[in-house]
């Protein structure tokens, strides 16, 4: 394969559903890092989360890829729906770094919360010598305190405040709320018609 020294993000996550936050990260480490492109990988089976998931893999993929469609700098794997058991972080970056090319430079880009969960994730030393990891941090992050061995090995991304949850969504949805403006248009189009309700 011929090296294109391409500097590659991983975006990886439920996305239980994509959200605007979601996207203005992206957008923001994209411009930050001068990547060339963002990759999301919606994660199917994660480790953490098994018990609160409102789509399943395919539905999720498919929402954002709908949300991502008319931007030439962000694309969506599927290499995790492909793969069987538990989505583990670790094992997605390894085997996407083996599709790439030698020289590519690639990131894995994580949320603050993110950032203080890798302890619990499979090998999470591991992960920090298959990539370098960028942190998305938002004012309100700026006084947590980082563990000593993540320390030096991460770089911190400062992107908007902008405070949309999944989770917050998803209990939007099972009340009856609204989620617009806080999910792209046609990403609440296709969750209405996934849920069969005339709006939401």
Do not use: Q
């Not at 991983?10 to 994509?18: A, E, K, N, R, S």
């Not at 000593?148 to 969504?169: H, N």
């Not at 998803?170 to 403006?181: N, P, T």
Request: with cysteine; charged share 30%.
């Amino acid at each position: 394969m011929k090296n294109t020294g391409k500097k590659i993000g991983l975006f990886g996550g439920t996305f239980d559903p994509v959200h605007m936050g979601h996207l203005i990260i992206a957008d923001s480490v994209y411009e930050v890092k001068g990547l060339d492109t963002i990759i999301f990988i919606p994660s199917a089976y994660p480790p953490h989360k098994s018990s609160d998931i409102m789509f399943n893999a395919r539905k999720r993929f498919n929402m954002l890829s709908l949300a991502v469609k008319d931007n030439p700098r962000f694309v969506v794997s599927d290499i995790e729906l492909k793969r069987k058991g538990l989505s583990y972080t670790i094992d997605t970056l390894r085997k996407m770094k083996a599709t790439l090319p030698d020289d590519t430079d690639l990131s894995f880009i994580v949320g603050m919360d993110n950032l203080f969960e890798i302890s619990t994730w499979k090998a999470p030393r591991d992960i920090l010598n298959e990539c370098s990891i960028l942190v998305a941090e938002r004012r309100c992050d700026m006084h947590r305190e980082i563990p000593g061995w993540l320390k030096d090995r991460v770089e911190m991304i400062s992107a908007p405040a902008i405070e949309i949850s999944s989770t917050d969504i998803r209990r939007r949805i099972r009340e009856g709320k609204s989620i617009r403006y806080l999910v792209p248009d046609i990403v609440v189009k296709e969750i209405e018609k996934i849920l069969e309700v005339k709006s939401i």
